[in-house]
């Protein structure tokens, strides 16, 4: 090989280098500032995800949205991060009819293809109920196996508690894809 080549072959490696620390301080950063990975505990938003499913969750800049599977942070009684998903904002007057097992927000009957069951299992909170300004109503997909916003030990999560809105499933890998 010739000095020339030599040159070019380590310039070659050289910027392979470069762009390869490149690529960790942008994944480094991504993942400290926008991004986080999470571990789904239990069943309670089965079907839609199952116990021991690992989350990608965008956290940066993220603003609350109804339908939202949402990662909120565990200083409650559970310790864990929990995932669950937004049905009521800020000034919503969201109701249940155990009965019929219908979820209502500001009126209208929800669709909800996503949920194991209709809703029966009623905790301690009175509806219809008013979210407070700064809070989120928060259910999990399996109704009648999810302690949620139905139960004061949880109630209405602080939207600074929402961590960030999971959008990506990692693990299992039978499973890897986008979620709704």
Same mark, same amino acid.
């Given at each position: 090989?010739?000095?020339? &080549? ?25 993942? *400290? ?8 505990? @239990? =069943? ?16 940066? @800049? ?25 049905? @009521? ?8 009819? %155990? *009965?019929? &097992?219908?979820? *209502? ?21 009175? %509806? ?8 989120? %109503? ?8 999810? =302690?949620? *916003? ?17 959008? %990506? ?7 890897? &894809?986008?979620?709704?």
């Amino acid at each position: 090989m010739t000095e020339e &080549g030599s040159e070019k072959s380590g310039q070659g490696l050289l910027e392979w280098y470069e762009a390869l620390v490149f690529a960790i301080v942008v994944v480094v950063v991504a993942f *400290s500032f926008a991004l986080r990975i999470t571990l789904v505990n @239990g =069943t309670s938003m089965v079907p839609t995800l199952q116990d021991q499913d690992r989350l990608v969750v965008w956290a940066a @800049g993220y603003t609350p949205a109804h339908g939202d599977i949402v990662i909120l942070d565990g200083y409650i009684d559970f310790g864990k991060p929990l995932v669950k998903r937004i049905i @009521g904002l800020p000034g919503d007057t969201v109701n249940i009819d %155990f *009965s019929t &097992g219908e979820v *209502s927000v500001n009126g209208e009957v929800l669709d909800e293809p996503y949920i194991a069951d209709q809703t029966h299992l009623q905790g301690d909170v009175t %509806f219809p109920l008013t979210v407070p300004e700064g809070k989120v %109503f928060v259910m999990g997909d399996n109704r009648n196996g999810s =302690t949620d *916003s139905r139960f004061s030990s949880v109630g209405c999560i602080d939207e600074r508690d929402v961590l960030g809105k999971a959008f %990506f499933r990692l693990l299992p890998f039978s499973e890897i &894809g986008t979620i709704a």
